[in-house]
């Protein structure tokens, strides 16, 4: 990866395919499997080479509160030098790579608006209009396309229904914790599929695709508090049962028009479930224009936009 002169990029997304691009190169001349990315040597080599009188000279695991992430902050020794650090409580090395990949999208995008450096805790992006939580977006968009790029992620799902098996496929491939995987797969799969994070019997936050949105399917878990349906996985957390497999549910379980194929798996660190909710390819109704509510959208788009992908 050696130094000359680039236009960069100014775009999460530009960053991530520049970045992307400068990789495969150097690994395509050296042999090296394209995945998982190594972000920590990305981050310390390259800003090394393009910015070397800001690089980031140290990435490391430390002991922190359960409700931080990560961050990025200025060296307090050498003036100009970074360091990206992430939360080594979290045993999921798939989130800490996430992690990673999202404090390396601050530093590029964002350590000359905040000198000071970034803390990134999840219940800090709830309030979408701070230019705070915009930075977050940014950084989460970062490292889902530098960790999980576009091209080779659609070879991976073609023509593959959503499962928590093809779920794991992702998330062992690109190194990445279930919840991006899924959140990845939602954002391009042409499948009526949600996610919803469940917590103390909860629905904290889901997501929709596209495609199920557009029927009117979805929660609005941190907007209302919602119980998590008493006939779902998430709620019976019944080990008997093959939740990765799932369970087909009759409607008046998750939807009172619709059956719903449901996939569970559950996550000691937060204490919490990850569902993945199959929804029959066609809806039982389309909404037309005039029945959609003033707003509805904006506000859904913008709460998943900034809700945490690790």
């Known amino acids: 990866m050696?130094?000359?002169e680039i236009r960069l990029p100014a775009s999460p997304e530009g960053w991530a395919i520049h970045l992307s691009n400068v990789l495969k190169k150097f690994q395509d001349i050296h042999g090296l499997d394209r995945f998982p990315v190594d972000v920590t040597a990305i981050a310390q080599e390259y800003s090394k080479q393009v910015f070397p009188d800001e690089p980031i000279t140290l990435v490391q695991g430390q002991t922190m509160s359960k409700k931080f992430e990560g961050m990025l902050m200025p060296s307090p020794h050498k003036k100009g030098e970074w360091g990206i650090f992430y939360n080594d409580a979290i045993s999921s090395k798939g989130r800490q790579n996430y992690t990673l990949g999202h404090e390396l999208g601050h530093y590029l995008l964002h350590r000359h608006k905040s000198p000071e450096g970034v803390q990134c805790t999840s219940?800090?992006?709830?309030?979408?209009?701070s230019e705070y939580a915009q930075m977050?977006?940014?950084?989460?968009?970062f490292s889902s396309f530098l960790l999980m790029p576009l091209d080779d992620f659609r070879v991976q799902v073609n023509g593959l229904k959503g499962s928590m098996e093809l779920m794991q496929h992702l998330s062992d491939r690109y190194d990445v914790s279930i919840?991006?995987?899924?959140?990845?797969?939602?954002?391009?799969?042409?499948?009526?599929?949600?996610?919803?994070?469940?917590?103390?019997?909860?629905?904290?936050?889901?997501r929709s695709s596209d495609k199920l949105f557009a029927s009117r399917v979805f929660f609005k878990g941190r907007q209302e508090t919602i119980e998590l349906p008493p006939q779902s996985l998430a709620a019976r957390q019944d080990m008997l049962i093959d939740s990765v497999e799932g369970v087909k549910h009759p409607k008046n379980v998750w939807n009172d028009k619709e059956e719903v194929h449901e996939m569970t798996i559950f996550s000691d660190y937060h204490d919490m479930t990850i569902s993945l909710l199959i929804y029959p390819k066609h809806a039982p109704y389309q909404p037309s224009e005039d029945d959609e509510e003033d707003g509805l959208e904006d506000t859904y788009t913008r709460f998943t936009k900034f809700s945490g992908l690790r």
């Open 179 to 206: 919840t991006a995987a899924i959140l990845k797969w939602l954002s391009i799969t042409d499948q009526r599929a949600m996610i919803v994070i469940g917590k103390d019997g909860f629905i904290d936050w889901s």
């Open 2 to 4: 050696g130094q000359k």
């Open 123 to 129: 219940r800090d992006m709830l309030d979408w209009k």
């Open 136 to 141: 977050e977006a940014q950084a989460n968009t």
